[in-house]
């Protein structure tokens, strides 16, 4: 009796999932075609942080970890899909293979995070980010030292046809990869391991007496959330052409951060709202400096204030600490944000 | 032979600064159990008013002074404004704020300073003495650095053990309740606190930044270092900072020494989480540190 | 000299204090006493500032201090000796000591007093508070408030977990303390006998709100009345 419940309650969250893919990716489809080969790569910008953003979101909304060190984990893996794409690989399977490596690469990172908490784990991870990049420069003959490894751009099937930009081609890519994220994710969180891992967020102690392993549930948390992390470095990668170290600094870890809480800290809809910043705000802090003639320095440097800003109005605001506001938001967010999804992934 | 002693000095130099930048962390966690995550960032930007002192036509000792007193305002107007309404916050709070402030005043010191870095001059000479025909890697400059770090580090010393006003901060930091209870301005020793730290804080950026330039962001990996040297002196105690921060220096100096310097931030996250792992009160730490 | 208006404290929808009014005139002792969870530490908690009230009034000597900072209060001569002994288990006794003191500048009583009163605490002087044990740890918070030469001492529950001997000697040296000092202390006990057997006044708090007001010696005899309310 109660298995067939649950097999049914299973079913659902697997078919709302599918519906949820099928109608933001076609969505999207239409979207991509009325788009200007900029919008275009913008959009694919927006996919890529989009991944990164929805590991963190589900990471903080189901653990209650932070983590500063997944611009490592996108490092990690857009280095593997241009070694890959290097060597000949095709694009599907060096992607996969970007996931792969980054999760691999997370599964002793988030053993040892699952251990620690607050300021140890925010200062492991931030060790972690500007660690682990400074390894391109000690082996420059195979990362491309300072200068980084370029990476061929993806060329768009001749199915397509002759015309089709490649601008476009790059957007579906990392859109199909956002949408891959958010299909295992959403299963995640909706199954019986999304409840452990909130239980464990909620209370750890009471969750470790009811018999949940929490360490090991934290562990699992991060490696997803690290593993969606690699798969948007890779996608970084193609989108972008090259990989470097500049590309990862301590700064990109922290502007992950500020995507994260912008977004709200726990659900998928908030990843997105959190990834059109990280896209967008750039394009309107530069204008808003040319249109009062700031110099050049300060247009650079203005979505980074806003993103310092960002944190610092939000955790003033937000006196309760993020645990409520992520059980706030999980309360009014999880139920109703099901339907609301494909649309407001529109705007 | 001589490579292994001149690491070993050129790590005592780099040391020094490392404990201090670990005792302005140490400060602010004793007092507020905060790990100041913007110090780095506090510190380059009083280095930075410190260039601009120079670049005036101000002298080295007046630009020096400027930055400590540049530290010890920023550092007590930060806690002022920003930290207090978060310092009875969860714990996670306090770190995605500091890691805003350290975002925020970077973003400032580039719109100001821009993002190139710039040289930083040393207090002496940059020549290594010259021992029996050799020239050491231990210049008059890291003789400067080690006797400034060890003169701050005992005069905060006997700042808390010595004086009332350190009764008063130590009281607040262990009890802040019961010191309010026996008439502390605990808020007030708070700031001050705050203010050390950074001040603190301002003398290693301007020590250290004629080594690594002056840039926004050039001073990531020393606030990396600094947490590790904390944490690896139980982040409680202020002579485990002193400690920790020289014995780290001597590490990666060996480690920059024998395997290349691209290595060093990688060893500092592999102590950091070894030590964590073993020994998460620290290696020096006396007493049992309070995990919050 | 302290005096207490109408005082309500509430904790969200917990309503701890409930409008209590009392005096405590100088050199005297009132005793409040009450089961657990009767408001006694909130009603301390929110004369000495910790705790905001709703309503009502705290005066020191005809000032009205109900709003001032937990500091400005101290400082205005009120001591508050916490439930639990908080000494600074970090600091050294004599540090412990100095630091009651130290508001008080050049006034503040003589280390020397605080040790004639307590002979164990010199003995002690240069340990950490965290080696005291119960009783000393309880001595050095009084002397601790005394150093600061209070007009007014409150005292919570000075007697929990000490042995009947150490109960004694405490309540006669708060007694002392009341005379030769002229301090006004407020006493909250639930060891009702031992407190009454030095105060002269003793209220009763049940749910908050004051039950019973009366002489000791009236009190102390009225078996029902404290068996009602004390559950003994
Ligand atoms: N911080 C708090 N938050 C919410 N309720 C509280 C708080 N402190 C006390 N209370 C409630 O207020 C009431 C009075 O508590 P209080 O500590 O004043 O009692 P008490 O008389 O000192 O008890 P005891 O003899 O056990 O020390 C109790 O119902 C208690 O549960
Ligand atoms: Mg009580």
Redesign the interface.
């Known amino acids: 009796m109660f298995g067939r419940v649950r097999a049914v309650l299973r079913a659902g969250t697997l078919l709302r999932s599918v519906v949820l893919v099928v109608v933001a990716g076609l969505v999207l489809l239409f979207l991509t075609d009325s788009l200007s080969a900029y919008r275009d790569l913008q959009l694919a910008d927006g996919a890529y942080y989009f991944c990164v953003l929805a590991g963190l979101t589900v990471l903080a909304g189901a653990s209650g970890q932070?983590s500063?060190g997944h611009g490592a984990f996108m490092a990690v893996g857009a280095y593997t899909a241009a070694k890959l794409s290097a060597a000949g690989w095709a694009l599907t399977p060096e992607l996969a293979a970007a996931a792969v490596v980054t999760l691999i690469v997370g599964i002793p990172v988030g053993v040892?995070a699952s251990?620690?908490?607050?300021?140890?784990l925010?200062?492991?991870t931030?060790?972690?980010a500007?660690?682990?990049p400074?390894?391109a420069?000690?082996f420059p003959s195979a990362f491309g030292g300072e200068n980084g490894l370029a990476i061929n751009p993806p060329t768009p099937p001749p199915s397509l046809g002759p015309t089709f930009p490649l601008e476009r081609w790059q957007a579906w890519i990392a859109c199909i990869g956002a949408l891959v994220v958010v299909f295992v994710l959403y299963n995640v969180v909706h199954s019986g391991v999304g409840r452990s891992m909130r239980a464990v967020r909620d209370d750890e102690i009471a969750a470790s007496l009811s018999g949940l392993r929490v360490g090991r549930w934290q562990t699992l948390a991060f490696v997803l959330s690290a593993t969606a992390a690699g798969l948007g470095g890779g996608l970084l990668a193609v989108v972008s052409g090259t990989v470097a170290p500049g590309a990862f600094?301590?700064?990109l870890s922290?502007t992950l951060?500020?995507g994260v809480?912008i977004g709200g800290l726990g659900s998928l809809v908030g990843a997105v709202w959190g990834a059109a910043l990280l896209v967008l705000l750039p394009n309107w802090t530069t204008d808003v400096a040319n249109s009062f003639s700031l110099s050049s320095?300060?247009s650079?440097?203005?979505p980074?204030?806003v993103?310092?800003?960002?944190?610092?109005v939000?955790?003033?605001a937000?006196?309760?600490?993020?645990?409520g506001g992520v059980r706030a938001i999980a309360r009014a967010g999880w139920a109703g944000s099901a339907k609301l999804r494909p649309e407001r992934r529109q705007a | 032979m001589t490579k292994f002693i001149d690491l070993t000095l050129n790590g005592i130099s780099t040391g020094a600064i490392y404990a201090a930048v670990a005792l302005a962390l140490v400060l602010i966690w004793r007092s507020t159990r905060?790990?100041n995550?913007a110090q780095g960032a506090m510190l380059m930007f009083t280095t930075f008013i410190a260039s601009a002192v120079l670049n005036g036509g101000g002298s080295y000792v007046l630009a020096f002074v400027v930055a400590l007193a540049a530290g010890l305002a920023l550092g007590g107007v930060i806690e002022r404004v920003?930290v207090r309404?978060?310092e009875n916050?969860?714990?996670?709070?306090?770190?995605?704020?500091t890691?805003?402030?350290?975002?925020?005043?970077?973003?400032?010191a580039?719109?100001?300073?821009?993002?190139t870095p710039r040289s930083f001059p040393a207090a002496f000479s940059l020549r290594g003495y010259r021992v029996g025909g050799t020239n050491l890697l231990f210049t008059p400059n890291d003789t400067f650095t080690v006797l400034v770090v060890i003169a701050v580090a005992v005069a905060l010393a006997l700042l808390f053990r010595r004086t009332s006003l350190g009764l008063r901060m130590r009281a607040s930091a262990f009890a802040p309740e019961v010191a309010r209870l026996l008439g502390v301005r605990v808020g007030r020793m708070l700031t001050l606190g705050w203010a050390l730290a950074a001040m603190t804080g301002a003398l290693a950026g301007v020590l250290v930044a004629p080594s690594v330039f002056l840039g926004?962001?050039s001073f990531?990996?020393i606030l990396?270092i600094g947490?590790?040297a904390a944490?690896l002196g139980g982040l409680d105690s202020p002579p485990g900072a002193v400690i920790g921060g020289v014995v780290l220096g001597l590490a990666l100096s060996y480690v920059s020494g024998y395997e290349?310097s691209?290595?060093?931030?990688?060893?500092?996250?592999v102590i950091?989480?070894v030590v964590?792992?073993v020994r998460?009160t620290g290696l020096f730490a006396a007493t049992r540190e309070r995990?919050? | 000299m302290l005096t207490i208006e109408e005082l309500t404290t509430d904790y969200g929808p917990i309503r701890a204090v409930d409008g209590v009014s009392l005096k405590v005139p100088e050199g005297s002792v009132t005793a409040v006493l009450g089961a657990n969870g009767a408001g006694k530490t909130t009603l301390l908690r929110t004369i000495c500032g910790l705790v905001r009230p709703t309503s009502g009034r705290v005066k020191v000597e005809g000032e009205d201090i109900t709003r001032w900072a937990v500091e400005e209060i101290v400082r205005f001569g009120v001591a508050h000796v916490p439930e639990g002994r908080g000494v600074i288990a970090e600091l050294t006794v004599q540090e412990n000591l100095r630091l009651g003191g130290l508001w008080r500048g050049r006034e503040a009583m003589p280390i020397r007093e605080i040790f004639d009163l307590f002979p164990r605490l010199e003995e002690r002087s240069g340990q950490p508070a965290s080696r005291l044990s119960g009783g000393e740890r309880q001595m050095l918070s009084i002397g601790r408030a005394l150093m600061g030469r209070p007009r007014a001492l409150l005292l919570d529950e000075p007697s929990l977990g000490l042995a009947p001997v150490l109960v004694a000697q405490i309540m006669s040296m708060v007694r002392r303390l009341a005379d030769t000092l002229g301090l006004a202390v407020l006493l909250v006990e639930q060891n009702a006998r031992s407190a009454l057997s030095i105060a002269n006044h003793g209220v009763v708090l049940n749910l908050g709100q004051v039950v019973v007001e009366q002489e000791p010696s009236k009190l102390v005899a009225d078996e029902r009345l404290l068996h009602a309310y004390l559950g003994f």
């Open positions: 932070i500063l040892a251990r620690l908490r607050g300021p140890y925010a200062g492991a931030l060790a972690f500007v660690g682990l400074a390894l420069d000690k600094p301590l700064q922290l951060l500020a809480v320095n300060v650079h440097n203005l980074i204030a993103y310092g800003l960002v944190l610092i939000a955790m003033l937000w006196p309760s600490g993020i645990q | 905060i790990v995550f920003v309404p978060v916050a969860p714990p996670l709070n306090a770190v995605i704020l890691l805003g402030l350290y975002t925020l005043l970077v973003a400032i580039g719109m100001i300073w821009g993002n926004p962001n990531d990996p990396i947490f590790v944490v290349g691209a290595l060093v931030p990688l060893a500092a996250l950091l989480v964590l792992m998460p995990r919050v």
